[in-house]
């Protein structure tokens, strides 16, 4: 009786236990559910993937391998005895590489209504280390004018093909520029004792005040006041999920496509992470006399360099160079060498599309904010001054008319 009684006790505290880490799974799951619809959704969405994880035995997730991908590793001795190293290349992979059928979300499809912001304030000191990096030695890169590019391809640059006018140009209609941000809630380092801050991540943010979206802000308003038609999308494509935010922001970039055919140009607006070797953050400035100490910034170019289709990725790279050499001569310090890699960022959508790093996550959401300017001011200039030889063309050849 009393060996029945303990056996009794103890099924009733495993059933305890089940009890309590079922709960707590699903307050974990159903996190940041404003409402019962889509707490319900949540667990709709995360249930089948925990089943399955219990039937491959890896019910304790310890890395963001995919149950496939779980499957597949365990029939080989091999990749299971190095799962570390295959989760971390997965999810190196997964962040650069977008695929073309990963998760979807509902894009937006109508251009934002900027509300205009005051020019950018001067930037208090938020404490953090500053530094310019400017390259000196030409070893290793690609040296186009005052273009420095780094490439991590197997594709060789010729400099007589780069410094060639690029294909995309300006046409008729509006929008003619769409700015997005695949890492939108990529954030900057404000001063300290800044106040209403919600972290979501290191060095991440829902906060527009604070994320890239904020610089794109500023970017819409200098290209708008050149008279270059803009649609902003402030969709925070890497929230709440990182993992797929490039398949997230493709389909947008389609629908927008499809909808605005006058779209040429696609800037893809992100922050960069720079550490030294001990782990600490420090930002990357420009010193420019009479402006102010914006965030240095750098163009990340893509390629066909990891097998997937990309066909006119030298037109892209063509016009970094061309937009590049022109910041250069204006502000020598602005920009940081070109990336060019074999990754493709959803650069093939267009031949107008570009990548930008606007500072580090250590520089100040104000230093940031210049450097959006000033690059707005200049990329506006280069497409416009490509428009002026057609329009010269024009004018000319109505003046032939009418004289014959």
């Known amino acids: 009786m ?53 039937e491959l035995g890896d019910l304790w997730t310890r890395d963001s391998l995919s149950p496939a991908a779980v499957l597949a590793i365990g029939e080989s001795p091999l990749l299971s005895a190095a799962r570390d190293d295959v989760a971390a290349l997965w999810s190196l992979e997964r962040q650069e590489s977008p695929e073309e059928d990963g998760e979807t979300r509902a894009p ?24 310019t990096l400017i390259p000196t030695d030409p070893s290793g890169y690609t040296v186009c004018g005052r273009v420095y590019i780094s490439n991590s391809t197997g594709h060789e640059l010729s400099v007589p093909e780069l410094q060639k006018p690029f294909a995309a140009a300006l046409g008729e209609g509006e929008p003619q520029i769409l700015i997005l941000h695949t890492h939108g809630s990529e954030a900057y380092t404000p001063a300290p004792g800044t106040e209403g801050i919600v972290w979501s991540g290191n060095c991440r943010t829902t906060d527009y005040r604070y ?51 006058s779209i040429r140009f696609i800037l893809d607006v992100h922050r960069d992470a720079i550490e030294d070797g001990q782990g600490n953050q420090y930002k ?9 100490v914006p965030a240095q910034m750098s163009l990340v170019m893509g390629s066909d360099g990891s097998g997937l289709e990309h066909p006119d990725w030298l037109e892209n790279l063509k016009l970094a160079a061309a937009v590049q050499q022109d910041i250069l001569e204006r502000y020598p310090t602005l920009m940081r060498p070109v990336l060019l890699r074999n990754s ?16 580090a996550a250590g520089n100040s959401p104000e230093e940031a904010a ?34 014959s």
Request: hydrophobic share 45%; charged share 20%; net charge negative.
């Open 211 to 261: 994320n890239v979206v904020k610089v794109g802000d500023e970017m819409a308003e200098v290209l708008g006041a050149a008279g270059v038609s803009v649609l902003h999308d402030r969709t925070l494509y890497d929230y709440p999920n990182y993992t797929g935010a490039y398949d997230r922001a493709l389909v947008s970039i389609r629908k927008y496509l499809e909808q605005y055919p």
């Open 2 to 54: 009393k060996q029945k009684r303990s056996s009794a006790g103890f099924l009733r505290r495993v059933e305890a236990g089940l009890l309590a880490a079922g709960t707590l799974w699903v307050a974990a799951v159903t996190a940041g559910s404003d409402t019962a619809a889509a707490a319900a959704a949540a667990l709709a969405s995360a249930l089948p993937e925990r089943m399955l994880r219990w």
């Open 108 to 131: 937006v499809t109508v251009p934002v209504e900027e509300t205009p912001v005051e020019p950018a304030a001067p930037a208090e000191d938020n404490g953090v280390p500053a530094k």
């Open 344 to 359: 493709r960022y959803n650069q093939h959508a267009t031949t107008g599309s570009l990548l930008l790093e606007v500072g």
């Open 370 to 403: 210049l450097a959006g300017r000033l690059f707005a001011e200049r990329f506006a200039a280069v497409l416009l001054a490509k428009e002026e030889p057609a329009a010269d063309a024009e004018h000319d050849a109505g003046h032939v008319e009418a004289a």
């Open 284 to 292: 990357v400035v420009s010193e420019i006399g009479g402006v102010g």
